[in-house]
């Protein structure tokens, strides 16, 4: 992984794209990458809510219930991009080993069947 960086990253109102030095090409929707925000207090988040029963209509914020957007999408030297949503989130340091794993799965999910 360590030879394979991102060559480009590409954004629209609805997904992030990274090209990466081996030719993939990794889009990623907004809203995915908020869901898989790697911070403690999301991850734990995640786990919590795996245990509980999902209501069965959830109430949103006004924050959540606007479109989600990327604010800004920063270098963490060499090692990993910092990327702050429209929501206000802006804790999660997404490696860019972590990105390629994302990826993979995002490409598994769309050549299967």
Same mark, same amino acid.
């Given at each position: ?13 609805? /997904? ?20 898989? &925000?790697? &911070?403690?207090? &999301? ?35 060499? /090692? ?13 340091? /997404? ?19």
């Amino acid at each position: 992984m360590s030879d394979i960086v991102p060559v480009s990253l590409k954004s629209d109102a609805h /997904y992030l794209s990274i090209e990466w030095s081996d030719g993939r090409i990794d889009p990623f929707a907004i809203s995915l990458l908020r869901e898989a &925000c790697p &911070c403690a207090p &999301c991850v734990v988040n995640r786990r919590e809510a795996e245990k509980r029963a999902a209501p069965l209509l959830p109430v949103l914020s006004p924050s959540e219930a606007r479109p989600l957007k990327l604010a800004a999408v920063q270098p963490i030297g060499n /090692y990993a991009y910092a990327i702050h949503f429209s929501d206000g989130h802006n804790s999660g340091i /997404y490696t860019l080993e972590y990105l390629r794993h994302l990826g993979a799965a995002l490409h598994e999910r769309t050549s299967q069947p």
